[in-house]
C-alpha cells in the first residue's frame, strides 16, 4: 500500500505541496484534470486554493478529489 496524504498546500500554477504520512514530501500537478467534469471548477482559485488533506488523500470543497494512490504516484517528490 501506497503513502497516504497527510497533508496538502495550494501553490501557484496548480500545484499542490504534498505531505505524506512516510515523510515524503512531493509536488501534485492537477494541470491535466481541468477539463475533466467537477475538476473543471479547479480552474477558479478560489475553489483549488480550498485544497485539504481528508482521509489520506486531497480534497477540494466542491467534492472533487482524487485516488490517494494516483497522489502518490504521479507527485513529484522533492
Same mark, same amino acid.
Given at each position: 500500500?501506497?503513502?497516504r496524504v497527510?497533508?496538502a498546500k495550494?501553490l501557484?500554477?496548480?500545484?499542490?505541496?504534498?505531505?505524506f504520512?512516510?515523510?515524503?514530501? *512531493? !509536488? #501534485?500537478d492537477?494541470?491535466?484534470?481541468?477539463n @475533466? *467534469? !467537477? #475538476?473543471?471548477?479547479?480552474?477558479?482559485?478560489? @475553489?483549488f486554493?480550498?485544497?485539504?488533506?481528508?482521509?489520506?488523500? @486531497?480534497?477540494?470543497?466542491?467534492?472533487?478529489?482524487?485516488?490517494?494512490?494516483?497522489?502518490?504516484?504521479?507527485?513529484?517528490?522533492?
Amino acid at each position: 500500500m501506497n503513502p497516504r496524504v497527510q497533508n496538502a498546500k495550494a501553490l501557484d500554477n496548480h500545484l499542490i505541496q504534498i505531505l505524506f504520512t512516510n515523510g515524503e514530501t *512531493g !509536488i #501534485f500537478d492537477i494541470t491535466e484534470y481541468l477539463n @475533466i *467534469g !467537477i #475538476f473543471k471548477e479547479l480552474q477558479k482559485p478560489q @475553489i483549488f486554493n480550498t485544497v485539504k488533506a481528508v482521509d489520506g488523500t @486531497i480534497q477540494w470543497v466542491n467534492g472533487a478529489d482524487l485516488c490517494p494512490d494516483t497522489v502518490y504516484l504521479d507527485s513529484k517528490k522533492i
